[in-house]
């Protein structure tokens, strides 16, 4: 590598560190706000809650930092006349780009793994934490809201003493052949069994009131237990999400959906035929058809999503190479020493443009009416793009 380029190279990454490391430290802390605020987490939960947070952090970091880091190296450079001394030299300007945009091609596979991280081990350490803090996070939300519960069951208190619960009411959503059930108690406390993975309910002197409208009066202690998983808020956590899944496990659940919806269709065709044999014209046109109907589009816009979701990471990735591509040699013609200034006059069309296509194109891909591929089409944009800024710093 010729001393132009390691200048060049060396530059850039002194930039790039130092806007990554604030940039990844303001994204640690939105993210631990978001879970705070949505879980009702403390202190205790929210510093093991970092290293899982992180990957999420550095993967919406990294592609701004790097066209930040580019933007600046190359402004500097051309507003200080090094880029024309390197030309009347010579040297063409791709001398002072190609390790930069080697680097960001770089980072752009690190981002995709990154991205794969993030969905995989992130969130997963990010779900068992808040199921294991689920007594805490109980209690804080208790002390500050007065009431805490998700779908399956919620309780409201009175107000809360130390671990004492005055006043609960607290009532369990019906599920399965399971009847709904509402206590009314004096005093109750929550207790976690982490051996079970349960979290029990303790009341006193409680009155039960049963989905059917049974009453029943229980004097002295109760006691119900509830998996943690379910006793969990976990808001923003569910799983099965094709963008909740790690990249290899995407192609063996786009064969599984194939092969679901196919045997869906030959069960349905062989009833339809029975149907029609057995002349059974009622059933043949009752709304059961309705919902099937309803089932298999539902496996349909779960496989578009799934084919749709690789393009996605992959595309989202390579906006670090896409953006150095169109930034720095925008920052040569523009020949501005001012940092920002050219960050943000070479990021604006970026906002305007990439991230409109990218959401677009995305939204078309998981619908099925366009191809997987057009989620590709903001970065064709930039690199088009990119590649005609190129054009005249080369000649001119």
């Known amino acids: 590598m010729s001393l132009l380029a390691r200048y060049t190279l060396g530059e850039f990454l002194k930039v790039l560190s130092v806007t990554l490391l604030v940039a990844t430290a303001l994204m640690i802390v939105v993210g631990v706000s978001k879970e705070a605020i949505q879980n009702g987490l403390g202190f205790a939960q929210i510093v093991p809650l970092l290293p899982y947070i992180l990957p999420e952090a550095l993967r919406f970091a990294v592609p701004g930092t790097t066209l930040f880091a580019a933007c600046?190296?190359?402004?500097?450079?051309?507003?200080?006349?090094?880029?024309?001394?390197?030309?009347?030299?010579?040297?063409?300007?791709?001398?002072?780009?190609?390790?930069?945009?080697?680097?960001?091609?770089?980072?752009?596979?690190?981002?995709?793994?990154?991205?794969?991280?993030?969905?995989?081990?992130?969130?997963d350490g990010i779900r068992r934490i808040i199921i294991e803090s689920v007594e805490e996070i109980a209690y804080n939300m208790l002390r500050a809201q007065r009431s805490y519960g998700n779908s399956r069951f919620s309780i409201s208190v009175m107000r809360v003493e130390g671990r004492t619960l005055v006043n609960p009411t607290i009532t369990f959503q019906p599920s399965g052949d399971r009847r709904g059930v509402v206590m009314v108690a004096e005093t109750g406390r929550l207790e976690t069994n982490p051996e079970e993975n349960t979290l029990t309910v303790v009341v006193q002197n409680a009155s039960v009131q049963f989905g059917d409208g049974l009453r029943a009066q229980v004097p002295g202690e109760y006691r119900r237990e509830i998996p943690l998983p379910d006793a969990s808020s976990g808001r923003g956590l569910d799983e099965g999400g094709p963008s909740q899944m790690p990249m290899w496990r995407i192609p063996a659940e786009i064969d599984r959906t194939i092969h679901a919806m196919a045997a869906r269709r030959d069960q349905l065709a062989a009833r339809a035929a029975y149907q029609m044999l057995t002349g059974d014209f009622e059933e043949l046109i009752s709304e059961r058809w309705l919902e099937e109907q309803a089932t298999l589009g539902e496996m349909q816009a779960r496989l578009h999503r799934l084919r749709t979701e690789p393009h996605r990471r992959w595309a989202n990735s390579l906006s670090c190479l896409c953006f150095v591509l169109v930034g720095a040699p925008l920052a040569i013609r523009l020949r501005n020493s001012d940092f920002l200034t050219s960050f943000f006059l070479c990021f604006m069309p970026i906002l305007l443009v990439y991230y409109p296509m990218l959401a677009w194109g995305t939204d078309r891909a998981k619908s099925g009416s366009l191809p997987p591929y057009t989620v590709w089409l903001g970065d064709v944009i930039l690199v088009l793009a990119g590649l005609w800024i190129l054009r005249k710093v080369m000649r001119y």
Not at 77 to 83: D, H, I, K, L, Y
Not at 104 to 122: I, M
């Open 72 to 123: 600046s190296v190359f402004g500097r450079m051309s507003a200080t006349n090094e880029v024309i001394a390197a030309k009347a030299l010579g040297i063409s300007p791709l001398v002072l780009l190609r390790p930069v945009l080697v680097a960001s091609c770089l980072l752009s596979f690190a981002s995709l793994w990154l991205n794969d991280l993030a969905v995989s081990w992130g969130r």
